[in-house]
């Protein structure tokens, strides 16, 4: 079984079928590894599917398949339990950085509200020997406002010699790395530079938060809780920015599935606490999210920005329309009759599809497209909410979204917190420390150029 755009004989992946058949019986933990009485049963090794990747066409290589195979719960224990011994100069400080669309996951399985899956969470997490427990929608902060910039700067650029519209999100990691490793130029011109939420969060808390715990880099272990597999993926390709002196930004990442089954085989009656933030001993008081259905919220964002900056109109509410389906969705603004911004939402590899099918042709109208893998978007990524066959599980989908949709929306600009980091920390908001820090550039494969005449 092959992904149609694959040019290898065998598939390099295993199915779905084989891994749940090997799964619970090659993964002790590591406490049982070494001779120690675990608190844990065995746990699941961390596997790319098939059915999760968004092409597989040379994706993953076999120096990234070794480094995948340690993106694991096991990998999480081993520090875990470094922790436990005498030799302190092995220890490390374990940071958890949980994404807001894991959080419905918890609530729902646990049948708990969001704000005290969330503190469930981070007590259990803490139990375990975890220091710091924080939320990554400071850094979904910092990737929307750039966003939102660039966005502007590209629309006054744009004209027919210079095509800098669409803009493409690329906070997804899967279909970022289709457009570098499958589609390459001239896609990945259209790929917005901000780096996303998982980036960010990687150089706050191995740069900024190790600077204000007077820590390097490399004594903090941080793990990512995301709700996909491609997030793993995404720690691999992560350039190195200087200021991590050679340290990557997230250094393992468990899907929200991996830390419930976690949370299953342990203690749950432990005592709840706060999520930590950045700052001191200031806490997180309560759950928000940004202003997107399933998602981070760019779109809505950036739309309500671009609208306010080039035409001075106020945009309270996001108007979407279905166009094709339900995961291809259009928002635009009109003004004197006429259209001014035509915005898109592409989720799912067969929106994908067309997406590239119409921008091939020149038959795109939109300026700007919000692009996620996962069909349904994040909350509905492969690591979380799948029933024991591989499959969504329908139901507990339905739930989550009511419970996200419920969580508080929070305006990035109105956030104190960031505009203090820029000065702070980035030494202004259009600083070349900003723009290192919080943009990144796009590899394209050679044979990108002519990928659009891809048969599809």
Not at 107 to 134: E, I, Q
Not at 310 to 333: I, P, S
Not at 424 to 432: C, D, F, Q, R
Request: aromatic letters at 8%.
């Amino acid at each position: 079984m092959k992904c149609e755009h694959c040019t290898r004989k065998e598939c390099s992946k295993k199915t779905k079928t084989e891994d749940q058949e090997n799964v619970s019986a090659d993964a002790p933990s590591l406490a049982q590894e070494n001779g120690e009485k675990g608190e844990f049963h065995k746990l699941a090794d961390a596997k790319i599917f098939l059915s999760d990747c968004l092409a597989c066409d040379s994706c993953v290589t076999a120096e990234e398949g070794v480094q995948l195979s340690q993106q694991n719960a096991k990998d999480f224990f081993r520090v875990l339990n470094l922790n436990k011994k005498c030799d302190t100069s092995k220890h490390k400080v374990l940071v958890v950085s949980v994404c807001p669309q894991s959080l419905p996951y918890f609530a729902a399985k646990f049948n708990l509200s969001v704000t005290d899956a969330s503190r469930r969470l981070c007590g259990f997490l803490k139990s375990l020997g975890v220091h710091y427990v924080f939320d990554t929608t400071i850094a979904a902060d910092f990737s929307i406002l750039e966003s939102q910039k660039e966005f502007v700067r590209r629309y006054r650029q744009h004209s027919e010699e210079e095509r800098t519209l669409p803009m493409l999100t690329s906070a997804c990691p899967g279909w970022v790395r289709y457009a570098e490793r499958v589609l390459g130029r001239p896609i990945t011109a259209h790929l917005c530079t901000a780096k996303s939420p998982q980036q960010v969060m990687g150089s706050l808390v191995k740069d900024y938060f190790a600077r204000q715990q007077n820590l390097s880099p490399e004594k903090i272990f941080h793990v990512i809780v995301a709700p996909c597999y491609d997030k793993k993926l995404e720690a691999l390709q992560e350039s190195l920015p200087p200021a991590l002196h050679g340290s990557r930004g997230a250094d393992c990442v468990l899907t929200s599935g991996e830390i419930a089954q976690i949370m299953e085989q342990g203690d749950l009656s432990v005592r709840d606490a706060a999520v930590d933030t950045l700052f001191g001993d200031l806490k997180e008081d309560k759950v928000t999210r940004h202003d997107g259905a399933s998602s981070d919220g760019h779109l809505a964002h950036i739309f309500r920005h671009a609208a306010k900056e080039l035409f001075n109109e106020d945009v309270e509410e996001v108007t979407y329309r279905a166009l094709r389906n339900k995961d291809f969705q259009e928002v635009t603004l009109e003004k004197n009759g006429e259209v001014v911004l035509r915005f898109a939402a592409a989720y799912g590899f067969r929106n994908i599809q067309n997406m590239i099918l119409k921008l091939k042709k020149g038959k795109f109208p939109f300026h700007f497209v919000e692009v996620l893998a996962c069909a349904g978007g994040c909350l509905n990524g492969r690591g979380q909410a799948q029933t024991p066959d591989g499959h969504a599980d329908k139901a507990l989908l339905r739930q989550m979204e009511g419970i996200y949709a419920d969580i508080p929306v929070r305006r990035p600009e109105s956030s104190a917190h960031v505009q203090e980091l820029y000065q702070e920390w980035l030494e202004g908001i259009n600083s070349p420390k900003a723009r290192e820090v919080l943009h990144t550039t796009y590899q394209s494969q050679e044979h990108g150029a002519h990928s659009l005449d891809i048969k599809w």
